[in-house]
């Protein structure tokens, strides 16, 4: 029988990785400040907890998905009030290094070793363990954990010391950013041009101008409908502000990211941040229209 495995954090992503987990067999204990999530958790057959003391309590391996900084220093401060610590953190958020890094050495004091494992992966992509692990830190721990990993996730790589997998994330997160506008602008352009959406995206999804964002959230674009969030945009903008401040203390410019950062800014300025990112098509159709307006104007020879 498999060891217990606990999730702090059930929501897009982690309540994901745990129905995976409890379809390979394991025990899931889970933990939300989120009422509702913990009655979801319930009904997809895992264990809840109390808290995080009592997470750390009752397993050996403790996988993170939290939405803040804040988050990964309160779960921390707890985890270390545990009579029995965990033996293993698997942190999978996207955060600031130096939050990690502390966090890390607060649990070492207790003798539990911190994985800093972000993933690579939308919500619905996660519910179908189609996500990829950039693994660092202890590489004995991280072997130790493999079967776990097997269990939510399509493929993990072992990329270094700790911090390799974040600042891995980072660089596969501006791309994310990049090609999910670059989504976005293509179809609105073959819709302004006269193509059927629906069917560009199949034909442009099967051609060397593809890309998962594309595949991904295309479809969310073409029906307009961002209601069903895989990634929040209000979530988004932090991951985008740390992607910024990372590159810019290693030095590295980002031309192309940046000029997408005005772009989710207004799509949350719309009032759209609790919807999925894809949103970012909507700003590009109302620019459009906007643009549409004006030459109809200048043709007629009104102000």
């Given at each position: 029988?498999?060891?217990?495995?606990g999730i702090i954090g059930l929501g897009i992503m982690g309540s994901a990785m745990a129905a995976n987990l409890i379809r390979a067999g394991y025990r899931v204990i889970g933990y939300d400040v989120l009422a509702t999530r913990l009655r979801a958790h319930r009904r997809a057959g895992g264990a809840v907890a109390f808290n995080c003391r009592d997470v750390g309590r009752q397993a050996g391996v403790v996988i993170c998905s939290l939405p803040s900084s804040e988050a990964l220093r309160q779960t921390a401060a707890e985890l270390v009030e545990t009579v029995r610590p965990p033996r293993i953190v698997i942190e999978t958020s996207t955060l600031p290094l130096f939050v990690k890094e502390a966090a890390r050495k607060s649990l070492g004091v207790r003798g539990t070793t911190l994985l800093d494992c972000p993933l690579s992966g939308t919500g619905s992509q996660a519910r179908t363990k189609d996500v990829v692990v950039y693994a660092s830190g202890d590489r004995r721990a991280y072997r130790g954990v493999v079967p776990?990993?097997?269990?939510?996730?399509?493929?993990?790589?072992?990329?270094?010391?700790f911090g390799a997998g974040s600042k891995m994330k980072?660089?596969?997160?501006?791309?994310?950013?990049?090609h999910n506008v670059a989504a976005a602008e293509a179809l609105v352009l073959a819709k302004r041009a006269g193509l059927d959406p629906a069917m560009a995206l199949k034909v442009i999804s099967d051609g060397a101008g593809s890309s998962r964002m594309f595949?991904?959230?295309g479809p969310m674009m073409v029906k307009g409908d961002y209601s069903k969030p895989l990634m929040k945009l209000e979530i988004w903008q932090k991951d985008m502000t740390i992607i910024a401040d990372f590159a810019r203390e290693v030095g590295s410019p980002t031309p192309l990211f940046s000029k997408t950062a005005p772009?989710?800014?207004?799509?949350?300025?719309?009032g759209r941040g609790s919807e999925d990112t894809a949103a970012v098509c909507s700003?590009?159709?109302?620019?459009?229209?906007r643009r549409k307006k004006v030459r109809v104007r200048s043709r007629s020879g009104r102000l």
């Open positions: 029988m498999t060891a217990p495995v776990i990993l097997d269990a939510f996730a399509r493929a993990h790589y072992y990329v270094g010391a980072f660089v596969a997160n501006l791309l994310v950013a990049i595949q991904v959230r772009i989710y800014t207004a799509a949350v300025a719309s700003v590009l159709e109302e620019m459009a229209g």
